[in-house]
């Protein structure tokens, strides 16, 4: 799991990187916001951790840019900003958990997991999505009413970007963006090919067209 820590405080910045890293994720720290927001575009990240009051541009609004993007993370804020009106604010710009400093590194630790059981992040093994379609995350095998069928590397990609976002409408351009780097990012009508080539396994149903919008799994 690859995370992204935002935090101007340099020994803070240095005892959370260290905790995070002793729990094998892979952390890349920056100390100020367009710092982050330059690795968010240049890497692909699970989940980002964000201290709002920092240099250049402050947590809130770079979390709110991505979102105005469709750019879609896990987001953690970590902030001595404690009033109710802070973490409307924090919420409403499309944070998923909002930490108040100080805090204990234990905490931080069952954020992210609750963070990763609710997302799906890092998802392994076999899962039963329904009474007749299964699937698995190691062998990237899909298994519907009987017949197993293998997905391939960006079948699996764009599948389990829907089964992260069940009952969301999503579009090409958001299942693009955080997918891939700029760089690796298939054209809209590959994308496109992927889903019909989905539909054909799990059934045309279970994928709706939303118009003007995009799509949605119906499992």
């Known amino acids: 799991m690859k995370i992204l820590l935002l935090e101007d405080d340099t ?3 240095e005892i959370i ?3 995070l890293t002793e729990l094998d994720y892979d952390v890349v720290s920056t100390y100020d916001g367009e710092e982050a927001l330059e690795a968010i575009y240049d890497n692909s990240f699970d989940l980002l951790i964000l201290d709002v009051n920092v240099p250049t541009l402050n947590g809130f609004d770079l979390l709110k840019g991505l979102k105005d993007n469709s750019i879609d993370i896990p987001t953690i804020f970590i902030t001595s900003l ?3 009106k802070d973490m409307e604010k924090g919420f409403n710009s499309g944070a998923d958990d909002y930490i108040k400093k ?3 590194l234990s905490e931080l630790d069952l ?3 609750n963070i990763k059981r609710l997302r799906q992040i890092e998802s392994s093994g076999y899962a039963k999505l329904s009474s007749d379609i299964s699937y698995n995350y190691d062998t990237k095998f899909i298994t519907v009413e009987g017949i197993q069928t293998h997905l391939s590397k960006t079948e699996s990609k764009v599948f389990e970007y829907f089964l992260k976002n069940q009952n969301k409408s999503i579009s090409i351009e958001e299942i ?4 891939w780097l700029y760089d ?3 054209t809209a009508t590959t994308i496109r090919t992927y889903i019909k080539n989905l539909r054909k396994i799990l059934g045309k149903d279970r994928i709706t067209t939303i118009k003007s919008i995009g799509y949605k799994l119906n499992l």
């Open 11 to 13: 020994l803070l910045n």
């Open 102 to 104: 100080p805090f204990h």
């Open 111 to 113: 954020r992210i997991n």
């Open 184 to 186: 690796e990012v298939p």
């Open 82 to 84: 404690h009033t109710s």
């Open 17 to 19: 990187e260290e905790f």
């Open 176 to 179: 693009s963006l955080n997918n």
